[in-house]
């Protein structure tokens, strides 16, 4: 009877994890970057659901160079009528590599940071992780062109990423700040 239970078990889940193991995404980061052009604000225009973010909105991050050769990270947004400032640290762990950064907000906590898309002005970028979970469109501006966020979202798409997933973050506060 045990045997039968597990076999069952095993006829159900087995074939959901090789269907979950056919979705394929593409996390490779660009090839073409340059970190000194990347520095500076951004916006958030959308990103993937997460804890650390939840409910955020007007979001901005800030990349600034340290002496060390490491990034200041700024990350700042309204939480429930309150300003929320997160402070990190990002470094280029492999210089042949120069668009994958790797993040931390807490201690010697790392993660990775894929520069997925950017165009040739530095003005729009996609941005994603070693997990599918993670997936956020900034801009230096807190409105994107239609025509633009069609070719972010068209990219992601052929990566593998499931834009429905995206929340679309408010920047009202943002525009009247301009």
Partial sequence: MKYMLLS??????FPMLST??????????ISNFNLKRYLGPWY?????DHSFERNMQNVMAEYLLRDDGKIDVINSGWKNGKYKVANGKARQPDPDDPAHLEVSFFMFFYS????????????VALVGSRSPDYLWILSRTPDVDDSILGDLLEEAESR????GKLIWVDQSLNRRTL
């Fill in 160 to 163: 593998g990423y499931d834009t």
């Fill in 20 to 29: 979950a193991q056919e979705v394929q995404y593409d996390n490779s980061p």
């Fill in 8 to 13: 069952a078990l095993a006829a159900v889940v």
């Fill in 112 to 123: 990775d940071y894929n520069i997925l898309m950017l165009d040739d002005a530095y003005q």
């Fill in 44 to 48: 958030e225009i959308a990103r993937f």
